[in-house]
């Protein structure tokens, strides 16, 4: 096993989209993801890579926009406000079925909003962001360890399956540190272009031009493109999605939450188990597609739910969703950059017990 | 046994550096851990804090409630986490800088002139350290002996040069505990 090394969140991130093969990163600072930025910026040209700074969030989209034209891994990161701005961007790349790598680390919102934590993104994430029926492969992780992990999966699903990946992080999980086991560098940049024959690798004057395009102008001709795409999305939600089962065997109330709310959250479980109270937890790690499978089967078993989130509600949502409303979904939240803390998340569990 | 540090004081003290430093020695220990920092606007002047977790368990969520270590180098993070230290926990104070002494009744209290002990050495922004070493080598949360490894792996090239004096300044952390 390879060397535990210690990191922020943000660096992990960085290095493990180098080890993936990806040697093009556009971006423009914004907190709290600027070391993504900064640890690029220090390694890109050493290894033959550009790193560029936008001069703006939209620019630094588009640019990833030509370079995945061109068959390469590449990839951008901001925080929220910024993420609205690549919105258009975002629309483009899955009207013209590229694969690339975003990553927001998100704040408080909405407007400027602040710079501390946040999951206030998660409609904008899993719902769109940019206009048009579209999704992305949202993979949120709950520790550095996953920010590596998960910036791999979403480089290798992206290509995949022909769509954009978002790493949709919270501020928590940049800024802190953990030891984490680096993935394994078996990936050669060179060589993925020649596994993509829709990308603009040039003709060699040996087969038809390339072209990659979001325009269709004919109806019928846009339909099937929509279509098309959809079978993707439902091969995609049908193979990839993936979740932890925390203490769920005997759990009669079932915990979801994502991001530094589950580890937060965690800690009120063990706490809650101490006093007795039957409780477990489904902790989403991909978003989209969101895991309704494992929920389905809890709402047989569980008398209710409770989401613990960094919003007003915005993944109790899909949890209702995904059960049906067959049972209670009830929620314990904060906004703002503001944080639960265990004994809050304690005192909804107990509440959920009675 | 699980310690949960919290380092608190003004920006430009260190404090997010002691405790890399700290973390890191857990990772050559091959502990359990995790760093978190305050993030904010502020920086040299402001409030700033960094959470440890060293463990022997996995660590669960990396943001501390109720420190059983807290080491503090202003009055103002006194005020804000005097009353969140878990009973039987230990405060470091820095006796150079905070005037004032610890209310609670039910933790033991370790009162180091750091600033002035680091002032004395010619090595004013060495007091973080001082304190760190005077922490390890009470608590032994981890190998004070590790510590040193953990600054020659931690500390940034620019720095390199500084290496002997944050030796000695964690050095004359311990001896203060030992006495």
């Given at each position: 096993m390879a060397d535990k090394v210690l990191m922020k969140g943000n660096e992990a991130i960085a290095e493990a989209a180098i080890i993936a093969g990806c040697r093009h990163y556009f971006g423009y600072p914004i907190t709290p993801q600027t070391e993504v930025a900064a640890y690029m910026a220090k390694k890109m040209p050493k290894i033959g890579g550009v790193f560029l700074q936008a001069e703006s969030e939209i620019a630094a989209i588009n640019m990833v926009y030509g370079v995945s034209s061109a068959g390469k891994r590449v990839m951008t990161s901001s925080a929220s406000p910024g993420i609205s701005l690549k919105g258009e961007g975002l629309s483009y790349l899955a009207g013209s079925d590229l694969p690339a790598l975003v990553v927001n680390v998100q704040r408080g919102g909405p407007g400027l909003g602040g710079i501390q934590p946040?999951?206030?993104?998660?409609?904008?994430a899993t719902k769109g962001g940019g206009h048009g029926d579209y999704h992305l492969i949202v993979l949120t992780p709950?520790?550095?360890?996953?920010?590596?992990?998960?910036?791999?999966?979403?480089f290798d699903l992206a290509d995949k399956y022909r769509m954009p990946s978002m790493l949709l992080a919270d501020g928590t999980m940049g800024q802190m540190m953990e030891p984490v086991v680096l993935p394994e560098d078996t990936v050669d940049p060179e060589t993925i272009p020649a596994t993509k024959p829709w990308a603009t690798t040039g003709?060699?004057?040996?087969?038809?031009?390339?072209?990659?395009?979001?325009?269709?102008?004919?109806?019928?001709?846009?339909?099937k493109t929509n279509y098309e795409r959809f079978e993707r999305y439902a091969k995609l939600e049908k193979e990839e999605c993936r979740w932890e089962e925390y203490l769920m065997d005997d759990a009669e109330v079932c915990v979801v939450s994502v991001g530094i709310t589950a580890r937060v959250a965690k800690n009120a479980i063990v706490a809650a188990r101490k006093e007795g109270i039957k409780v477990g937890m489904i902790r989403p790690i991909t978003l989209y597609p969101f895991p309704k499978e494992p929920l389905a089967k809890a709402a047989s078993k569980v008398k209710s739910f409770l989401t613990v989130e960094l919003n007003m509600g915005q993944m109790n949502e899909d949890v209702k969703l995904a059960i049906n409303c067959s049972k209670p979904v009830n929620m314990c939240n904060r906004v703002g950059g503001m944080i639960p803390s265990a004994d809050e998340v304690l005192a909804a569990i107990r509440k959920e017990a009675k | 046994m699980t310690y949960e540090t919290i380092m608190a004081g003004f920006g430009g003290q260190g404090?997010?550096?002691?405790?890399?430093?700290?973390?890191?020695?857990?990772?050559?220990?091959?502990?359990?851990?995790?760093?978190?920092?305050?993030?904010?606007?502020?920086?040299?002047?402001?409030?700033?804090?960094?959470?440890?977790?060293?463990?022997d368990e996995p660590v669960g969520s990396p943001i501390i409630a109720h420190p059983n270590v807290l080491m503090v180098m202003n009055e103002p993070s006194l005020d804000k986490f005097e009353d969140t230290v878990a009973p039987g926990g230990t405060i470091f104070v820095d006796s150079a800088l905070i005037g004032r002494k610890v209310r609670r009744t039910d933790v033991e209290v370790v009162y180091i002139p750091?600033?002035?002990?680091?002032?004395?050495?010619?090595?004013?922004?060495?007091?973080?350290?001082?304190?760190?070493?005077?922490?390890?080598?009470?608590?032994?949360?981890?190998?004070?002996?590790?510590?040193?490894?953990?600054?020659?792996?931690?500390?940034?090239?620019?720095?390199?040069?500084?290496?002997?004096l944050n030796l000695k300044a964690v050095a004359a952390g311990r001896a203060f505990i030992r006495g």
């Open positions: 946040s999951q206030s993104d998660y409609f904008q709950s520790s550095v360890q996953e920010m590596a992990d998960l910036t791999s999966l979403a003709t060699q004057m040996k087969r038809a031009h390339n072209i990659v395009n979001s325009l269709y102008l004919k109806p019928d001709e846009l339909e | 404090l997010l550096f002691s405790g890399k430093v700290l973390a890191h020695a857990a990772l050559i220990e091959n502990k359990e851990l995790s760093w978190l920092p305050s993030y904010g606007p502020e920086m040299r002047g402001g409030t700033c804090n960094c959470s440890v977790i060293v463990s750091a600033t002035q002990m680091a002032k004395d050495m010619e090595a004013l922004s060495l007091a973080n350290m001082i304190i760190l070493g005077a922490i390890v080598e009470k608590l032994r949360c981890v190998n004070p002996d590790t510590i040193e490894t953990a600054l020659r792996e931690t500390i940034s090239a620019r720095k390199a040069s500084l290496l002997d």
